[in-house]
């Protein structure tokens, strides 16, 4: 039902910027849900990044700081605007939307996805 577009992947090297911007179903926009960012890197499981709602805005520890999550609700849209890149950050990045007000679930929780784009940051 919810269809989740991302863009802006790209690759940078360390300590750049990068900004990802996903646009979500007008659905999205009519109900008070959650929105996030996660990655995967290879080899790891797919992780939380920053997720944001009307109540809460929360970040992985190993962001914090460097990443903001934003999001025009109104719009159905979502940033995530990364400074300082490590190569660590490498990964394929997801949008991600549950209708739920609440944020802090499981990656399994939520239930729609983009596609993934991938962020490479070189050392």
């Known amino acids: 039902q919810v269809q989740l577009v991302e863009s802006g992947g790209d690759s940078v090297q360390a300590g750049g910027s990068l900004t990802l911007s996903c646009a979500a179903s007008?659905?999205?926009?009519?109900?008070?849900?959650?929105m996030g960012w996660f990655r995967q890197a290879p080899g790891k499981e797919r992780e939380r990044v920053a997720t944001?709602?009307?109540?809460?805005?929360q970040y992985a520890d190993s962001v914090r700081g460097r990443f903001t999550i934003s999001q025009d609700k109104a719009k159905g849209l979502l940033y995530l605007q990364m400074s300082s890149l490590i190569p660590e950050d490498t990964g394929v990045y997801y949008c991600?939307?549950?209708?739920?007000?609440?944020?802090?679930?499981?990656?399994?929780?939520?239930?729609?996805w983009g596609q993934g784009t991938q962020v490479t940051v070189s050392g």
């Open positions: 944001i709602s009307t109540y809460s805005t």
């Open positions: 007008t659905y999205m926009t009519t109900i008070d849900g959650c």
């Open positions: 991600a939307a549950r209708e739920e007000y609440w944020c802090h679930v499981e990656v399994s929780d939520y239930k729609y």
